[in-house]
């Protein structure tokens, strides 16, 4: 796998994943320090940017993937 085909597969899980995040966040509570706190969807968005980001970052990318993009259809 190429790094664009890996953030390009990140991106699209991530799409699918934000419509579930803060209700999976919710019920996992065990593994983070939550208490269910109720957490925003652009604040989700922007740590899966993020996060994708980095990931293009260290594989010494600049992927530019922006919060806009996780609402966008495949």
Do not use: P, Q, W
């Not at 790094?3 to 983070?32: F, P, Q, V």
């Not at 922007?46 to 594989?59: C, K, T």
């Amino acid at each position: 796998m190429t790094n664009g085909e890996l953030l390009k597969m990140l991106t699209n899980h991530a799409k699918d994943y934000r419509d579930i995040a803060s209700n999976s966040i919710s019920r996992n509570k065990n593994m983070n320090k939550l208490d269910g706190a109720l957490i925003h969807d652009d604040i989700i968005d922007a740590v899966l940017v993020d996060f994708i980001n980095y990931i293009a970052a260290e594989h010494g990318g600049n992927y530019g993937l922006c919060t806009k993009h996780l609402k966008e259809k495949n």
